[in-house]
């Protein structure tokens, strides 16, 4: 594993596309438990990721077996970003562990996921679906993999509350269109930066619940 800075990621849209990430380009994982006594392990690869289902496959690599006891943490590195997480074992045999998805992962500070700053003369715009159906068009002050913030006049701040889920149904940025997005922080724009009544929303992007 890498010296460098690790961070949490607790956000499960990111955490699901960093496992599918791993899954397609069958990046090696190391697999233990009490590594510091035992000094066992077993590499394999994630061979496959049920979103719907929240488990990840893992399958031994050629000559090893997974010795592990399902009652006990389960740890995992990957070189992938120099992942590393832990996780609970589900169902499994020698060659193949069925896996829950893990709710925290660490990885390296690798500043990938870069925030794109529009600025407050924003031209991007997004729409979102509102109660009943009803749709808003908001400017974006910034976007990220995993969230976004809009700006919007006093009038329709008041429409938005924290935890609120809102649909993205069309958007000048094409990779978020069909995206949930919650709501995380409100605020007013300090009005040194812009002399209109002008507010901000935070959100970050989730899963969709399936039915």
Not at 10 to 24: E, F, P, Y
Not at 44 to 55: D, H, L
Not at 127 to 133: C, F
Not at 140 to 159: H, N, P, T, W
């Amino acid at each position: 594993m890498s010296d460098n800075e690790k961070i949490d990621i607790a956000n499960a849209h990111v955490i699901r596309k960093i496992l599918k990430d791993i899954s397609l380009g069958k990046y090696p994982v190391r697999v233990w438990q009490n590594i510091e006594t035992t000094h066992k392990f077993t590499d394999g690869y994630v061979i496959g990721y049920r979103g719907t289902e929240a488990k990840m496959v893992v399958k031994a690599g050629k000559g090893e077996k997974f010795f592990f006891e399902k009652s006990k943490e389960t740890f995992f590195h990957s070189t992938y970003k120099d992942l590393i997480f832990k996780s609970r074992i589900l169902n499994g045999d020698l060659y193949e562990l069925v896996l829950a998805k893990p709710i925290i992962v660490k990885i390296d500070e690798l500043r990938e996921n870069t925030r794109k700053n529009f600025g407050l003369n924003t031209y991007q715009t997004v729409t979102l679906i509102m109660k009943e159906g009803q749709e808003l068009k908001v400017n974006v002050l910034d976007v990220s993999e995993d969230g976004m913030c809009i700006l919007l006049a006093k009038r329709y701040f008041q429409l938005f509350s924290e935890h609120q889920v809102f649909e993205v149904s069309k958007s000048t940025l094409p990779q978020i269109v069909g995206k949930l997005a919650c709501v995380k922080n409100m605020a007013q724009v300090d009005k040194v930066l812009t002399s209109e009544n002008v507010f901000r929303i935070g959100f970050e992007f989730v899963d969709r619940v399936e039915e």
